[in-house]
């Protein structure tokens, strides 16, 4: 085997010690700059994604990891992993009232079409990459006008979000029952 000449193994050396400092400008000029809405939309068109993950049946729902789930053991029997959700002294309407108030409220939350009455969904974008992430809300009223709430946070794009769903869907509950 021939012995690389000095100007290649120059080559190489200066290579092998830039290459990690433009791949980190670049990211860096990549997360300063916040992607464009839609983006993720149209990019996952082609892979069969859409934006609409379509209606949640909470009677059936076992999320799968990188999800959250907040649900009443009675309204989610078949999600073991769920966070229980309480039951809340104020009417149905009430809470879907405060529900909406409080998701519009953070940076980055829309209201989407939901499906049918007692429902509601909202899309969240990531504040940098503006990934969406679809949340479905059911309201059930209680007996003796009380109200409770399920949860149901699912990433569009990519499966992990390092627990930022379900850190939202506490906050969301946290201020419910303020």
């Not at 670049?26 to 069969?48: D, H, I, K, N, Q």
Request: charged share 20%; hydrophobic share 50%; proline share 10%.
């Amino acid at each position: 085997m021939p012995k690389p000449s000095r100007r290649a193994v120059k080559l190489a050396a200066a290579v092998l010690l830039l290459a990690p400092a433009f791949t980190a400008a670049a990211l860096l000029m990549a997360l300063a700059t916040p992607a464009p809405l839609g983006f993720w939309e149209r990019v996952g068109r082609p892979f069969g994604q859409a934006l609409d993950l379509g209606p949640v049946d909470f009677a059936t729902l076992t999320p799968p990891p990188g999800t959250a789930l907040i649900c009443p053991a009675d309204i989610c029997p078949a999600a073991s992993q769920a966070i229980p959700s309480p039951v809340f002294t104020i009417s149905a309407e009430r809470l879907a009232t405060k529900l909406r108030r409080y998701a519009l409220g953070e940076v980055g939350v829309e209201e989407a079409p939901a499906d049918e009455p007692g429902r509601l969904r909202f899309v969240h974008r990531s504040l940098l990459l503006r990934l969406p992430e679809v949340i479905d809300a059911r309201i059930v009223a209680r007996s003796s006008g009380a109200a409770s709430v399920a949860l149901y946070a699912r990433p569009v794009i990519g499966a992990l979000d390092f627990g930022a769903s379900r850190a939202r869907m506490e906050r969301w509950m946290e201020a419910l029952s303020r």
